[in-house]
């Protein structure tokens, strides 16, 4: 937890902000045989590769506010894969990389590019280990993609999945047949069925596109999905390719028709702050667990201009946006929050005053060494808490 937390810190400090990015994933490349992967072990399965922070922020391929941003609380479910799949043949190495440049929803997507190893030979790009087992029902799978202009290729994402006798088996899915496909092989081609699942449908803009499958597990036997990979495929490509991927998902058939729709928010309330110039904004939504977050925006003079983003239902601004403001919940997928207390948030407890304090409390731990840190040992000695306290040294 230390590494993560402090790790883009160090980075930042000796290395500089110029190449940031590409010094911060270097960081990490030499930790990776420490740092196994964490499998995905259930369904709803959704992302748009968003890594909380970026140079402009998107939605569904619109460009909604220029400039950088940066919230965490907005990050997405990332590769469980890296670049280390790949053998290092430094010019010719595939490539999996977040894109800032030009993000479907949120601040990036993810980019693939590679060379073609041989003509009749895909171009695998891993991005997920997982262990989930199927429900006995539908299951819609939607990817949505970016080709760049000089890609001459097909895309297709396979997961290998295991069937309950131990047989390991293959799907595809693409758009066209494979007229001749192995003997362990399922292909799936795009379903018309979301156009009876409104939330399902993905409307695409600015050159992203999405393909939509159904994958019928109505069988009694259960399949366990092993590894989620995307994979390129040409006969006749030349040079780099490149593909991004702006949004993955892997949802059964029945939490797509229970989603809350996107424009569906009430109870708004205002509430004015003893804070001159601020006040507080709440809403509800009737079906909260299908939102990944909400968009405010200002609609003064006709003009809708993105204020910022909440995670929860509640965004304090300023008293001049008043009167002129616009709640959109981003609808992702369902999910399910479970906590073992009586309240969400962990060790960390925040508590807000009548008069806007807010009081910190639940950390159980602090790092000293500077001008800062040692007022906090010097607030540690006059309220007795030495005896509490333990030195740990990492």
């Known amino acids: 937890m ?7 810190g160090w980075v930042w400090e000796t290395q500089g902000k110029e190449n940031f990015i590409e010094n911060e994933n270097r960081f990490w490349r030499l930790l990776e045989s420490y740092l196994p992967s964490t499998e995905i072990i259930s369904l709803p399965l959704s992302t748009t590769f968003c890594q909380g922070f970026g140079k402009k922020y998107n939605l569904l391929g619109d460009v909604v506010h220029e400039g950088s941003w940066y919230n965490l609380s907005l990050q997405e479910r990332q590769p469980t894969c890296t670049n280390a799949q790949f053998p290092v043949v430094p010019e010719d190495q595939p490539s999996i990389m977040p894109c800032t440049e030009d993000p479907f929803s949120g601040g990036a997507c993810l980019e693939l590019s590679g060379n073609f190893p041989r003509v009749d030979q895909p171009l695998l790009f891993r991005l997920f280990d997982t262990s989930i087992t199927l429900p006995h029902e539908d299951v819609i799978v939607s990817y949505t993609c970016k080709m760049a202009d000089t890609t001459n290729c097909d895309l297709f994402l396979k ?3 295991q069937a309950e ?9 693409r758009e066209k047949e494979i007229s001749k496909p192995q003997p362990n092989m399922t292909v799936y081609t795009p379903t018309e069925m979301v ?3 409104p939330n399902a449908t993905v409307s695409t803009t600015n050159g992203w596109a999405t393909w939509n499958y159904c994958i019928n597990c109505t069988a009694e036997e ?51 702050l003893s804070e001159e110039g601020r006040f507080r904004l709440t809403w509800q939504c009737p079906s909260e667990a299908a939102v990944s977050y909400y968009n405010v925006y200002s609609t003064a003079n006709g003009s809708k201009t993105l204020l910022g983003r909440s995670k929860t239902h509640c965004f304090y601004t300023e008293t001049k946006y008043k009167g002129s403001l616009s709640i959109q919940p981003v609808v992702q997928c369902s999910i399910v929050v479970i906590e073992g207390s009586n309240r969400l948030g962990g060790w960390i407890q925040s508590e807000r005053l009548q008069d806007g304090t807010v009081l910190e409390g639940g950390p159980r731990s602090f790092r000293f060494g500077g001008k800062v840190e040692a007022k906090t040992l010097e607030l540690v000695s006059n309220t007795q808490l ?8 990492i």
Do not use: C
Not at 225 to 234: A, D, N, Q, R, T
């Open 165 to 173: 006798d131990g047989s390991n088996q293959v799907w595809i899915l």
């Open 222 to 272: 259960d399949v366990l999905v092993k590894s989620i990979s995307f994979g390129l495929e040409s006969t006749n490509a030349k040079g780099r390719q490149s593909v991004k991927i702006g949004q993955l998902q892997m949802i059964p058939k029945k939490d797509l028709e229970s989603l809350a729709t996107r424009d569906y928010v009430e109870e708004v309330k205002i509430e004015e």
């Open 2 to 8: 230390s590494a993560a937390i402090f790790a883009p």
């Open 195 to 197: 156009k009876d699942l």
């Open 386 to 393: 030495p005896a509490h306290t333990k030195s740990n040294s």
């Open 159 to 161: 997961l290998e999945v």
